[in-house]
């Protein structure tokens, strides 16, 4: 019976994130939900990704978080639309929370959607939003093991990006290990290397978020 019922929990969502899916397609936004465990990273990263690319396209933001606004002001401050989810205990967001947040956003006016997830490496993963894009957010000093520890998130991931690379020379990760692990469990998903606080990789992860904004708009054109 309880696998009966997560099976129904689960099918409910997905049914809300093929609309949001088909909202978000229809006006021409590209999603992408950004995953991590707490302190990876997730904020910073959107914040670095808004001031690189504020004058090549519109952006918008959704901060998930159990609680408190924290995030959301960060953003905020860079003058780009932002509504903030709070789950009250929830560990990560559901399509029909992102679906009444999509209800509170101009929509019209936003290229580039970032879904900032609850902090968790778990059950994120479960759970479609509606999103054109997964990334996975891991940083240094969480250690190179959490790819054995938690493999679904990375094996959904269509990018899995390294953060605060500055701070390898103080660690034991392992990237060349790291690397062939995530190779083992998921061949498609781009790796990126990244800091926030030198900006070392954000423009070629930049530059990749763009290019597949554009492979989606092809994408579309065809179907049409």
Known sequence: MEIKVLKDILSANDQIAQKNRALLENKQVFTINIMSSPGAGKT????????KLKNKVSMGVI??????????????REKVPVLQINTGGECHLEAVMVNRALDNLPLDDIGLLFIENVGNL????????GEDRKVLILSVPEGDDKIYKYPLLFHLADAVVINKIDLLPYTKFDLEGFSLALKGINQKARLFQ??????????????????SMQRRKRTSRKKS
């Open 63 to 76: 901060e998930g978080d159990i609680s408190s606004t924290i995030d959301a002001e960060k953003v905020k």
């Open 122 to 129: 778990v059950c994120p993963g479960e759970f479609k939003l």
């Open 44 to 51: 910073s990263l959107i914040l670095e990704t808004i001031r």
């Open 194 to 211: 990244v800091s926030c606080t030198t900006h070392e990789g954000i423009e070629d992860w930049t530059d990749w978020v763009l290019s």
